[in-house]
């Protein structure tokens, strides 16, 4: 059975019987190709002082829903518990005590259902978190723009056997890339027809049509804020702009890393966080570690799914990590 | 008389703890009779003749008298004031070919990004358990006359998203099901509020995600409401009372007088949080919202607040699909004394500010607060308005005469918007406006600025 939609249509029986399409040789390939950049990531990371560290699973709170998308809650003891779906509260308290920091984090999100079709969105997936401490977002987009490169450049070369069987072709990424604030991605967007909410995210389609216009991997910077999370730092100078970046793949394949300059000040993340309807008693943790000072961080997240689906240059995510789990389908 | 279920409300109200006051005095001092006949009667109460009475005996003429002083100035002192020239019903009469009557004036409306069979909405009451037992027979009701309906604060939490907490109190999902369900055809929508309580267990993004609402959500019927203080009680948090076993299921999520784990009584208050806000706050709040929820209608929903002007041209600026104001005079489930009596602004009064912004503004607003009859309406939608929210009448109906009531009591609303709209020689309710209503006191007229009845 299929479900048809627009955009992608979910191969439900192929992921209910998982375990036969695991032993295909497409899938195989795939596997080794995201074993073969994992490899690469770490071995960057670690020769540029990063430190790894094993990833929280489950919390207290975890970063409040992202467009949308719900959290999973679990009995803890008694006490409700959280599963991750973003482990960024946790990378500021960790960047502030060693520096560098990075971990292969599993985050759960419960997209809403039209995030199914879309052809890159998991229910489940991992992110490669990275912050580091004292530094500024511009010096987070230029870790991530060489972290990238290098990536795709290595996997090219070492994975070349792999990539052949799969058809595919990667293009030479060399950094420094190219960078819009978000205000010239929509009047970008308009002059192509599109007329979008100059204060929201940019949605996916459109998203996805940009980046086949600009045809390089790009920055989309300087986000409006309420379009994203409480802890994006507002620019003093730019009141309502914030100092954040999503990093672009190349070819329509849509966003490659997430990240910011981070909020860090007690005050300002406290009536950052009501924008949420939230009452911040739940970040107590959190916010008691911001009263106390932490140092101010900038960091950013690779979707390894997302990177996995651009370096094979699938059509869609689920073909790009072991066991996936596509928003409202049941499946081992 | 069938004075059972109404009875059965009242007795309930009685036997609660405390409550012995209240019910009398809710009983004298707000029209039960009058919403209890409406959901009874059906359209026969809009022509106030019983079955004793035959027409040619009865004498009857304007009810005159208010029942009891106000403390400030009410709606009872604006009236709906026909001309007698009226162009409009020209227009309509060419459009017919013949005289236009009452029953020609099309209710049909669109407000807050929704289309309804007429300019009401019924307003999102919360947890409070003497409405959330009636709640599915207004879903229904209202489901069915096309009119959009709120689900309050608290429910989920308080009653439980998907499953009952306990057997006699329908949980947030029926509320919502049975609305959506029971819709027919293009009107209609639901628009749900999410308390910071809620919050914690994020609500709305659960109804985003949730696969039996998705296809609502896809047609457009779905909103989300952000509630920014209530008349009876603005500028502070949801007050209710709750028996032992709910508070120790919700001494994680809410503040209660007393530690249910350690003080062992039959009645707590459970409070809530008014939530801070300042225009950064309340603006990227609606940014968020639009952001994270793109295919569902952004609601704004306020107390009577001094800044009632400011927040609305946030909202507006914002892009927000509609702004609620609820008078002073707004129902509640529970509300500190002090509160009922001194704080906020008369419903007449948000109508007047309102009045001066709507040129200004593009925002659609609804306000509440006792109405009750259709002249509440039209008087409302005088004022620039979209729509009329009602919430305790349909409570009373419920109570009357189950879902049966509540359809009467809307199709009395109903003649009656068509009558006094029709009066005044508009076809179209959204042709209502100022030079329809005059106050009663010249001052008033002039502040609100509207005609006095003095010319």
Not at chain 2, 174 to 180: D, G, H, K, S
Not at chain 2, 212 to 232: H, S, W
Not at chain 2, 392 to 404: L, Q
Request: proline share 7%; glycine share 10%; aromatic share 10%.
């Amino acid at each position: 059975m299929c479900v048809i939609n627009m955009m992608f249509t979910v191969p439900v029986e192929e992921l209910e019987k998982y375990y036969k399409t695991v032993r295909t040789e497409k899938t195989g390939i795939v596997l080794r190709v995201q074993a073969l950049a994992g490899r690469v990531v770490r071995d960057w990371l670690d020769s540029h002082g990063f430190l790894e560290l094993l990833p929280p699973i489950i919390g207290p709170v975890t970063d409040p829903g992202i467009r949308g998308a719900k959290q999973v809650s679990i009995d803890y003891y008694g006490r409700e518990y959280k599963v991750m779906s973003s482990a960024i509260l946790y990378k500021q308290m960790l960047a502030t005590a060693f520096g560098k920091i990075y971990f292969f984090s599993p985050n759960v999100r419960l997209e809403p259902l039209e995030a199914a079709t879309t052809g890159r969105h998991l229910a489940e997936f991992v992110q490669i978190d990275i912050e580091e401490a004292d530094v500024d977002y511009r010096a987070a987009m230029s870790t991530a723009e060489q972290l990238l490169s290098h990536t795709v450049n290595t996997v090219a070369k070492e994975g070349a056997h792999l990539l052949e069987k799969l058809g595919r072709k990667l293009p030479n990424f060399t950094p420094p890339f190219k960078k819009i604030t978000h205000a010239e991605a929509v009047e970008i967007l308009r002059q192509h027809g599109e007329n979008l909410n100059p204060s929201a995210e940019i949605p996916w389609p459109q998203e996805e049509k940009l980046s086949k216009i600009i045809g390089e991997p790009f920055f989309i910077t300087d986000y409006p804020r309420g379009a994203r999370g409480f802890y994006d730092r507002e620019d003093p100078d730019r009141p309502g702009i914030l100092k954040d970046f999503d990093l672009l793949y190349p070819e329509g394949y849509g966003e490659a890393a997430s990240g910011a300059e981070r909020e860090y000040e007690y005050s300002k993340v406290l009536a950052r966080l009501r924008e949420s309807g939230e009452n911040p008693a739940k970040y107590g943790w959190y916010l008691e570690m911001l009263r106390e000072g932490i140092r101010p961080t900038s960091g950013f997240g690779i979707g390894v799914e997302r990177l996995t689906r651009y370096l094979c240059g699938l059509r869609a995510i689920w073909e790009a990590r072991p066991y996936p789990k596509v928003p409202g389908v049941y499946s081992p | 008389m069938k004075t059972s279920p109404l009875l059965g409300l009242l007795l309930n109200l009685i036997r609660k703890p405390g409550t012995l006051g209240s019910a009398a005095k809710f009983a004298e001092q707000y029209p039960l009779a009058d919403v209890y006949s409406r959901a009874s009667k059906g359209r026969a109460a809009v022509f106030p003749l019983t079955e004793l009475d035959e027409f040619g005996k009865a004498l009857l003429g304007a009810p005159i008298y208010k029942p009891a002083p106000t403390r400030h100035d009410t709606l009872d002192s604006i009236l709906v004031v026909p001309p007698l020239y009226t162009p409009l019903r020209l227009k309509k009469m060419e459009e017919l070919m013949r005289e236009p009557v009452f029953s020609d004036v099309e209710t049909e409306c669109s407000f807050g990004g929704f289309r309804s069979t007429m300019p009401i909405a019924v307003a999102s009451m919360g947890s409070t358990p003497v409405w959330n037992k009636v709640s599915l027979m207004v879903s229904r009701a209202a489901a069915e006359a096309g009119i959009p309906m709120g689900v309050g604060e608290n429910v989920a939490t308080v009653w439980g998203y998907s499953k009952r907490v306990k057997p006699s109190q329908p949980c947030f999902k029926e509320r919502v099901m049975t609305y959506l369900e029971n819709l027919k055809g293009p009107h209609g929508g639901v628009f749900i509020q999410q308390s910071v309580e809620d919050a914690y267990d994020e609500l709305w993004n659960r109804v985003y995600s949730d696969p039996d609402i998705t296809p609502y959500i896809d047609e457009g019927k779905v909103g989300f409401e952000i509630k920014l203080g209530q008349g009876a009680k603005p500028g502070l948090g949801g007050e209710t009372l709750v028996d032992r076993e709910t508070a120790l299921r919700l001494s994680q999520k809410y503040a209660f007088d007393a530690d249910p784990q350690k003080v062992v009584k039959q009645v707590y208050e459970r409070h809530s949080a008014p939530g801070t806000f300042t225009p950064e706050i309340l603006g990227s709040m609606i940014r968020l919202m639009h952001n994270n929820y793109p295919r569902a209608r952004v609601w704004v929903k306020m107390g009577p607040y001094r800044d009632l002007e400011k927040v609305a041209e946030l909202c507006s600026a914002e892009r927000a699909d509609l702004l609620w104001v609820d008078g002073k005079e707004g129902g509640t489930g529970l509300s500190p004394v002090a509160a009922l009596k001194d704080l906020g602004l008369p419903l007449v009064a948000c109508l007047g500010r309102i009045l001066k912004l709507r040129h200004r503004l593009s925002l659609d607003f609804i306000c509440s607060g006792r109405l009750v009859d259709g002249g509440d309406i039209v008087k409302v939608l005088c004022f620039g308005c979209s729509a009329a929210g009602l919430g305790r009448p349909f409570v009373v109906a419920a109570y009357s005469n189950g879902v049966e009531g509540v359809r009467n009591y809307l199709e009395t609303l109903r003649v009656e918007v068509q009558l006094l709209t029709s009066a005044v020689g508009k076809y179209r309710v959204s042709d209502l406006g100022p030079e329809d209503i005059a106050a009663t006191d010249p001052s008033l007229a002039r502040e609100l600025g509207i005609d006095s009845v003095y010319g």
